[in-house]
Each structure stands twice: as C-alpha cells, then as structure tokens.
C-alpha cells in the first residue's frame, strides 16, 4: 500500500494552474519561474563542462571549487564564515537540502514550528521524518512574526523550526526585530532553524537579507539552504545547498548520499564559474526584477486592484475583496484561467488549517508584454466574476 503520508496529498496547486496555462493557453502568472533562458555566459560554462570536464561522479558533498565559492559568496555578500569543507553540501537543489536537512535532523515524536503560508513539500517531509507539526499563523498586510505567536507554538518538545525567508508567497523579508526574536526561542528551547533562503538573492533595496545563522547563537543550530536556481533565474538546474555546523552538517550529508548521492557535474561547475565572477549580477539581476515588480504593481493598481507590499522574490500579492472580488482565492483563480486566460495562485493552498481566503499571488518575472496582457485579462476575469454565484466559504485547505 502506497504510504498515507504522500497517497492522500492532493495534486500540487502549482501543478494544477501550470496545467491549466497549458491547456488553455493561458499566460502563466503563477508557478514562479522567469519566462527567459537565463544568463547565457553561466549556460555556455555548463555546455563547455559537459564536453571538457568530467560527467562522472563527482564527490558526494560536491565539487570542492563550488563549495569555496558558495563560502566565498557567503563571505563576501553577508559576512558569514563558512568552513568550505566542512559545513557546506551541494544537494540537487533546495528541495533536496530541506529534506535532507529534515529526515537527517528530526528524530520520531519531535515537534517541529512551521510558518504558515509554507512551501508545500515542508509539511510531507516533516511527517515522514516523524514529526509533529506545530503551525503558527502568518497573515497579510504584514505577515509577521510576534512573541506570543510563538510562545502558542513552542515547547519543550521542540526541536527543529522552519523558517523561510523572504517569505514565499508573501514576497516579504523578514526585519531585524523578526529574526532577533526567533533566535532567542531557539536558543531558549535549544531548537535547530533549518532555514529556507533561497529567494536571499531576490531583494529589492533598501531592504536587505539578514540570514539568521549570523545572529547570537545561531551559528551552532542553523541550517541555511540556498538555490542557484533562483540566484541566476535558472531554475530547472536544481543545484542547490546545506550550510551548518560541522555535527549538523556531517548528518546532513549521511542523509543526502542516501536520497541523490550528487548533483551534475557540468552545473556544479557552471555554478562555481558563475559565483566567483564580479557581483553585477548580484546587483543588475535584483534590480531588474525590481522594475517588473513596478511594472505589475502599476498595471494592477490602474485597473483598481489592490496590491499588498513585496520586497523580495519573484511575487506581488492582491486583496480581493479591496479589489473588487467576491470569490474566495481559489475559485477566482480557476475561473481567472479557464474564464480570461490567466494563471495565478491562490495563497490558501500555502495553509494547512484555517486559511487566508482573499489573497492571490501572482508572479512578475516575465516579459513586459506578458505582465500587461496578464493585467488585462485579470481585469477582464475580476468583470466576468461580477456575475458568478458567491461560494460558500471553503472550510480548510
């Protein structure tokens, strides 16, 4: 018998919208991926490695040349002393960090603090670990963390928390004061912050990132994950990596050998090429981004929606009933891609119980054209919706 813990998950809503784009032919402002080829000097490194360098196994932890520059980036980019060889395992990209991170980490019957809106494979790893979740609510305008929030949360069966930042769907980073407040429970409960960051690249100024394994006494009980998918916008790589403490380390990596064992080599190797050259990229690729957000923000505005505020990966969220819409997130966005020809994502398939309803969350790296054309259409759906039934409001996830 299939396990329960997978057999009963439904289809990703990633999947289902992607799907829907496809077979509509619906211009795909939900899964989150740029609409480009990415930087063609990193995808020449790759082609080249793969005819000169070596397609055989490379090390389990990953090549030493990408390990060095992931700690040199660290270095250079957020203060961070990272021992290359020691604290730092290349993994097929973020997804496999997480897990790894999780099965390595999570004994049965520990309880686990989870952030909702959450990346959907959180909660199936955690449970396949034998976790035991324990969630703590997040809502818009701000989304913020507080201190009985997690007071509510923790306890003295805590022993891991996940934490990403900025935060997925919600397109914020967390402040100062957030991260501050988050370490101290850590520290008190003696918990590990398995950290999510791999949209720390995708900032937009004047805010910054602020890892939480550089606050006091998180250096010993962190796991900072990163992607070089969405640091160079090339996310079908899957070239992503575990940074801790040598002990959390070495049991990251036990567990990693048993899930991919590596990572392609020619990618490795494009990735290290691609972090040790000047930081341009680094300040061009947010910027530009920073533009595209602009772009959405302003199209939607004119058209009457109302825009929450985002400063950092690839997504804007609306208010739907402050802009005019009566359905609830998911009906919406269904009727939006079958109805008008645009794909979204409703924010309440990031919540397991008690979900926020009225937040939709659309993608903005793609082309200019493509952004305006979605404006229109979800103009266009937000006018048909006008004499749709109102659905009951939906009881859970």
């Not at 997804?95 to 494979?121: C, H, K, M, N, W």
Request: a negative charge.
């Amino acid at each position: 018998m299939p396990n329960p813990i997978f057999a009963d998950l439904p289809t990703t809503i990633f999947e289902v919208m992607s799907a829907q784009a496809r077979e509509t032919g619906a211009i795909n402002l939900g899964q989150g991926f740029p609409d480009d080829a990415g930087p063609e000097p990193l995808r020449r490194k790759a082609a080249q490695a793969v005819i000169d360098g070596s397609n055989q196994y490379p090390p389990m932890r990953g090549l030493a040349a990408l390990r060095e520059a992931v700690a040199e980036h660290y270095r250079a980019r957020q203060g961070l002393a990272l021992d290359w060889a020691r604290e730092i395992t290349i993994t097929c990209g973020a997804t496999e960090a997480l897990a790894a991170s999780l099965l390595a980490l999570i004994r049965p019957g520990d309880e686990v603090v989870l952030f909702q809106p959450l990346y959907d494979s959180y909660l199936p790893m955690v449970r396949l670990a034998g976790g035991v979740p324990r969630l703590a609510r997040l809502t818009p305008p701000d989304w913020r963390i507080d201190r009985a929030m997690l007071e509510a949360v923790f306890t003295s069966a805590t022993r891991l928390v996940v934490f990403n930042n900025p935060l997925n769907p919600a397109g914020v980073v967390a402040s100062a004061e957030d991260l501050a407040l988050l370490a101290e429970f850590c520290v008190a409960h003696d918990a590990v912050a398995v950290c999510d960051e791999v949209w720390e690249a995708v900032v937009f100024a004047p805010q910054i990132h602020r890892p939480l394994i550089g606050f006091p006494g998180m250096a010993q009980r962190c796991v900072k994950i990163g992607s070089a998918g969405k640091m160079f916008g090339l996310t079908g790589w899957k070239v992503g990596w575990a940074c801790a403490a040598p002990p959390l380390s070495e049991a990251i990596a036990k567990a990693h050998q048993f899930l991919t064992f590596t990572t392609a080599p020619n990618l490795q190797a494009a990735v290290a090429w691609g972090l040790t050259q000047d930081d341009d990229w680094f300040d061009a690729m947010p910027a530009a981004l920073a533009t595209s957000r602009e772009r959405l923000a302003a199209g939607l505005r004119r058209e009457g929606f109302a825009v929450l505020d985002g400063a950092g990966t690839y997504f804007l969220n609306i208010d739907l009933p402050a802009s005019g819409v009566a359905l609830d997130d998911r009906t919406f966005a269904l009727h939006a891609v079958r109805a008008a020809g645009v794909a979204s994502i409703p924010v309440s398939a990031f919540y397991e119980t008690d979900p926020v309803t009225h937040v939709l969350r659309l993608c903005f790296s793609k082309a200019d054209a493509t952004l305006d054309e979605g404006v229109r259409r979800l103009a266009r759906a937000r006018d048909l919706a006008e004499s749709l039934p109102i659905p009951a409001a939906p009881a859970g996830r």
